[in-house]
């Protein structure tokens, strides 16, 4: 046989042995727990077993950057440790140690971002950093965004410099200009252009970023800054996070620059990038597909972000535009019952995923799209509705849109399922239904008779049924365990926030909560205070109730009587920090309190939970300073003096002859006698 034709010479056998050695090897396939073949990715001869870590895209596989080595990895978790801890005697100290940090890992930003163990401290610079290290850094992941985004580790580190240099932005508009300095170089180039070089070279390639694991999180976190909505909103949280988001904290209790800052101010140009980029997401994108992406797990927050950015931005008007997200999704115009908006928006009723997105829609919604989708889709199935478990949430954002009218209807529809809502732990729709009710007027009288029933005629079985008393507490279960009990039972924080909601309605729905206070006994009482969920009803009835007068003459005395019992416990001390506001205008309660607080000083002071109620009370100034202390109680300023006092010492003074304080004048004078007041002005005319 004829042999394979081959080159001779040495360049030519070292030209073989390097393609060899470029050409991928083979991918070794092992088996999985399930009996599927599972792929183990070989990189550079080292096999990864998830393949989580470096996912391909769709232009290509990302890039590796390297490895560190042992000595440099084992330095970064050290300053990691430190910057963790933040123990540093002052802030020069600190910024010595960040920048020596920063020596050490020039050149080596990019593994550090990538690797699984050193990724934390990449995060935690950029916590800390100043201005220009975060403009340095910028400019040193610039170019590899796209990569860095799909990458595990490094799309939290992008999405951190980008929420942390956000309000470099807004500096650099509303600071003056300052004189060139030696660092010019550095701060050539403005963070304004930094994010827009960031956001077009993730252009090319956002329709398949929406739906990216890790990419879609730092694709949010990039269209939130470049819109200008605050970074630390609870509803922008939501959607940039997810609740297994581990967060790198710092030790130190000083505020991060986005922390502090909830209004930014963004160039014209950041609103042209957000237009740029909504329109080459959507824009190949048709209704099947969109509403393909709305029940995707993670397009799904995408597409709730870019519906809020639409009608904030453009307001109610963009929803009659044909090439806008909402006609998209919605085409029919009105979604009238039967139409295939209406079907389509009826099944993301009970998806888990697509009814956020139904929130958003109905949240932002035109008011005569909302009449419309009220009618065909909420108005006859209410009682459906607010039993099951996801499209509850829905009817609750419907609620709050409602007119006096509309929810009149509803709350009669609704209050006979107030019951089997109660069973089930729907009381988030009760606690809207009760809210609106305040909020537009209506008799919440029915919905005070149907809870009534709903928990119970008796005021000590209708309280300890609602707020779950006594059924996760236990005398032998350990605090964690029970901790870990309650973390798991939503429904008792729910029920404590609808108890809490019933306290905000004077009448007979707040009588239901306090009359069934005012029937525990002691050891209820005591239960009630130490309950994680259950303490907050009865701070907040301390705080604010109807008859405040009558209902804290009753109760502060018992509870006073078991101040020392509740001050040493972590749960029920807030509840003997609410003592001091739930006194008010009872200064005889307020000193007995204090005299049980002194006679168990020493129990206190060796517990966390009692040093606190010792320092809040102000103890210490009650015990050398009572005067002081006592005026402060009746609700005067410490110091002052009262009206007899006042009145004996405009009487010595003008016995001496000295003159007065305030505006009274010498004796003999010659002042105006009608500008004293009292026995004063009498004794002066007659002297005059």
Not at 272 to 295: C, E, F, G, I
Request: hydrophobic share 35%.
């Amino acid at each position: 046989m004829p042999r394979e034709h081959k080159k001779r010479g040495r360049r030519e056998e070292k030209k073989r042995k390097r393609e060899q050695e470029e050409d991928p090897p083979e991918s070794k396939r092992r088996k999985s727990e399930d009996g599927t073949d599972a792929e183990i990715v070989v990189d550079n001869g080292q096999q990864i077993d998830d393949v989580d870590y470096t996912p391909t895209t769709g232009p290509g596989e990302i890039p590796f950057y390297g490895l560190l080595d042992e000595e440099e990895q084992e330095y970064f978790k050290r300053a990691d440790a430190m910057l963790e801890l933040d123990q540093f005697n002052d802030p020069e100290e600190r910024a010595l140690f960040l920048a020596n940090v920063y020596k050490e890992a020039n050149g080596k930003e990019l593994k550090i971002a990538n690797s699984q163990s050193c990724s934390r401290l990449m995060e935690r610079l950029i916590l800390m950093s100043t201005s220009n290290q975060l403009k340095v850094l910028f400019q040193k992941f610039t170019g590899h965004f796209l990569h860095l985004a799909q990458h595990r580790f490094a799309s939290h580190c992008c999405e951190t410099l980008f929420t942390q240099s956000a309000p470099i932005v807004s500096e650099e508009i509303t600071a003056p200009t300052e004189a060139p300095s030696s660092d010019a170089v550095k701060r050539a180039i403005t963070a304004e252009q930094l994010f827009l070089d960031a956001s077009k070279e993730l252009e090319g390639n956002l329709g398949y970023l929406m739906t990216d694991q890790f990419a879609s999180h730092t694709l949010r976190v990039l269209l939130v800054v470049l819109s200008g909505r605050p970074l630390v909103d609870a509803h922008t949280t939501s959607l940039l996070q997810s609740r297994k988001k581990e967060h790198i904290t710092l030790n130190s209790r000083e505020p991060t620059a986005a922390a502090s800052t909830l209004t930014r101010t963004v160039p014209d140009s950041f609103q042209h990038a957000v237009d740029h980029m909504v329109k080459s997401m959507v824009a190949d994108l048709d209704t099947t597909s969109l509403r393909a992406l709305a029940s995707h797990p993670v397009a799904n927050p995408l597409l709730q972000l870019l519906l809020d950015l639409e009608f904030r931005r453009s307001g109610k008007s963009k929803a009659k535009d044909t090439s806008s997200l909402f006609r998209k999704l919605i085409p029919d115009d009105p979604p009238e019952e039967g139409t295939d908006s209406a079907a389509f928006l009826n099944a993301m009723l009970y998806d888990p995923i697509g009814s956020r997105l139904c929130e958003v829609l109905v949240i932002h919604s035109p008011g005569k799209t909302f009449k419309i989708l009220y009618q065909s889709l909420f108005r006859e199935k209410l009682p459906s509705l607010a039993k099951n478990e996801t499209a509850s949430y829905v009817l609750i954002k419907a609620l709050e849109r409602l007119n006096k009218e509309d929810l009149e209807r509803a709350m009669q529809e609704l209050c006979p399922q107030i019951q089997l809502l109660a069973e089930r732990a729907r009381t988030s729709v009760i606690k809207c239904l009760i809210e609106r009710c305040l909020v537009r007027g209506v008799n919440t009288e029915p919905l005070a008779d149907a809870l009534q029933e709903a928990y119970g005629q008796h005021p000590t079985e209708r309280i300890n049924k609602m707020l779950k008393l006594g059924s996760s507490s236990s005398g032998s279960m350990s605090e964690e365990r029970q901790k870990h009990i309650e973390s798991h039972d939503p429904s008792k924080a729910h029920s404590s926030l609808l108890a809490q909601t019933m306290l905000d309605v004077p009448g007979t729905l707040q009588s239901l909560i306090i009359d069934g206070i005012l029937s525990l006994d002691n050891t209820g009482l005591q239960q009630m205070a130490k309950d994680r969920s259950a303490t907050h009803v009865l701070q907040k009835s301390l705080a604010s109730a109807g008859d405040t007068i009558r209902y804290r003459r009753m109760i502060m005395p018992r509870l006073a009587d078991m101040t020392a019992g509740l001050a040493t416990d972590p749960v029920a001390s807030h509840v003997v920090d609410n003592f001091w506001k739930g006194t008010e205008g009872l200064p005889f309660i307020r000193e007995k309190v204090a005299e049980h607080l002194m006679q168990h000083e020493a129990i206190l002071r060796e517990s966390a939970p009692g040093r606190a109620v010792w320092r809040n009370w102000q103890m210490d100034t009650y015990k050398t300073k009572r005067f002081d202390w006592m005026a402060e109680a009746k609700g005067r300023i410490p110091g002052s003096k009262t009206g007899i006092e006042l009145a004996r010492e405009r009487f010595a003074n003008q016995k001496s002859g000295s003159k007065p304080k305030g505006n009274m004048t010498k004796k003999g004078g010659g002042g105006n006698p009608l500008q004293l007041s009292g026995a004063n002005a009498v004794l002066t005319a007659n002297q005059s």
